[in-house]
């Protein structure tokens, strides 16, 4: 584009000034163009243009943002590449790559994307005030539909297990305390017999034992109500709960990342990526990470897919990256963690000093008080709340299997063997008595 650059313009003392005094209204009077430095990010996407003096356009919410400050700044401009597509890290000689290199070194007047705000990028670059306000995620593949064979459990909480079996004892020991002993009985015979009398009660059959005393009755037929009406919602719920479908998401935060054996897709050079390879943890895994660039991040969709590899990114990538493949195949197969980390604000950069920063400061505040950037942010990108709360358990219409039974018949399996065990010990401890009595 024509016209002069940022710094040639600023040498007239009246453009200076009145940039200085009045960076709300400030309008540049003669043309004026700007080096614009983008790269693909969570609020922009590059792409390429014919019609563009640079070959390429920028697209998302940063668009709009760049337009509000091309009309009310009055200028024209460049778009720039970094060489390397990156965001910015600084390197061993102490030098800075990507956008916020090209900004720190003064090839370029903005930097149009989010930035990360940390000390040591804002050492060499000044940041606009806060745009959005971004958290790292963990992009997963849901597992398949699987059924707990110990899911006849759940219809009932642990403490309520707890608490029915503890009413059976009480019922028990109060019928045992009360109930007056035939004759001829041993007490542990009777005890016997009460308390599998109250236990049938749990499983709906006959007591087995009359009760003749009205304070027995009242005993046993509060506690006959309270098992009945316990187990009956006990059935329905366990009606519902073998047409459901537990969707694994097991990968909820780093360290649940650290104690798997999956892949980790990461973005080189951005804050996030050198937030994580500094953390202890990461150390162990670092032959397990695989940096990607921002045009790979679709096509390894289909690895974490099939589970062998999970992305690192803010949730806004996420989001996108989600929104993008329900519009494609209509099935929300990812999730995002539940756990977030680094928590930052983010906002485009200038360069150091640069007297433009005030009087982009008022743009963008103008732009986030009248809501305009969470309006692009949610709008600019289809479906983006599709699959936000998909749920992680499904319902099926579908004959049961041993499988989902398994656990049952393991119980069943389990009461059989500890019957066998105590009829054998009944009849060595008989045959035991028969001979001591012989003796």
Not at 133 to 162: D, Q, V
Not at 165 to 181: D, G, I, N, Q
Not at 210 to 231: C, H, Y
Not at 346 to 354: A, E, K, L, N
Request: aromatic share 10%.
């Amino acid at each position: 584009m024509g016209g002069r650059s940022l710094q040639e313009a600023l040498t007239d003392p009246a453009v200076f000034r009145e940039l200085q005094e009045h960076p709300e209204t400030f309008r540049f009077r003669d043309e004026v163009s700007l080096e614009i430095a983008v790269e693909d990010g969570p609020y922009s996407t590059v792409v390429e243009d014919t019609t563009s003096s640079s070959g390429i356009s920028v697209r998302g919410p940063m668009e709009h943002v760049l337009g509000i400050l091309t009309q009310s700044l009055n200028f024209t401009y460049t778009l720039v590449r970094p060489p390397d597509r990156g965001f910015g890290v600084e390197l061993p000689n102490g030098s800075w790559n990507g956008m916020i290199g090209l900004v720190a070194r003064n090839q370029a007047d903005i930097g149009l994307s989010c930035f990360m705000m940390n000390p040591g990028r804002a050492s060499v670059v000044d940041f606009v005030d806060t745009i959005s306000f971004m958290k790292a995620r963990i992009l997963a593949g849901k597992g398949s539909p699987e059924m707990n064979p110990m899911g006849f459990l759940y219809p009932l909480s642990p403490t309520l297990w707890a608490a029915l079996f503890a009413m059976l004892l009480a019922v028990w020991a109060a019928t045992l305390v009360l109930r007056s002993p035939a004759r001829g009985s041993r007490w542990y015979t009777r005890a016997g017999h009460l308390l599998y009398s109250h236990f049938s009660t749990l499983l709906q059959q006959d007591v087995g034992i009359s009760f003749v005393r009205a304070v027995d009755r009242l005993v046993v037929g509060s506690w006959m109500l309270v098992a009945m009406v316990i187990i009956w919602a006990y059935g329905c719920n366990l009606v519902s709960l073998l047409a459901a479908r537990n969707i694994p998401q097991s990968i909820q935060n780093l360290q649940d990342l650290v104690d798997s054996d999956i892949h980790i897709l990461l973005r080189p050079d951005t804050a996030l990526s050198a937030y994580l390879e500094h953390r202890a943890e990461f150390g162990a895994i670092e032959n397990r990470i695989v940096h990607i660039g921002f045009s790979d991040y679709l096509p390894t969709l289909e690895d974490i897919r099939r589970g062998t590899h999970v992305h690192i990114t803010v949730e806004m990538v996420c989001s996108k990256l989600m929104s993008q493949d329900f519009s494609k195949s209509g099935r929300c197969d990812f999730y995002q963690s539940r756990d977030a980390f680094m928590a930052n604000p983010m906002s485009m950069i200038v360069q150091r000093g640069s007297p433009l920063l005030q009087a982009i400061n008022h743009r963008i505040r103008r732009v986030l008080a009248a809501g305009l950037f969470d309006y692009w942010a949610t709008y600019t990108i289809p479906n983006v709340t599709r699959c936000s709360y998909a749920p992680s358990t499904i319902t099926v219409m579908e004959p049961l299997t041993i499988t989902a039974v398994s656990g049952m018949f393991t119980v069943w399996a389990s009461g059989l063997v500890l019957s066998l065990v105590s009829f054998c010990m009944e009849i060595l401890v008989a045959n035991a008595i028969s001979r001591l009595q012989a003796d």
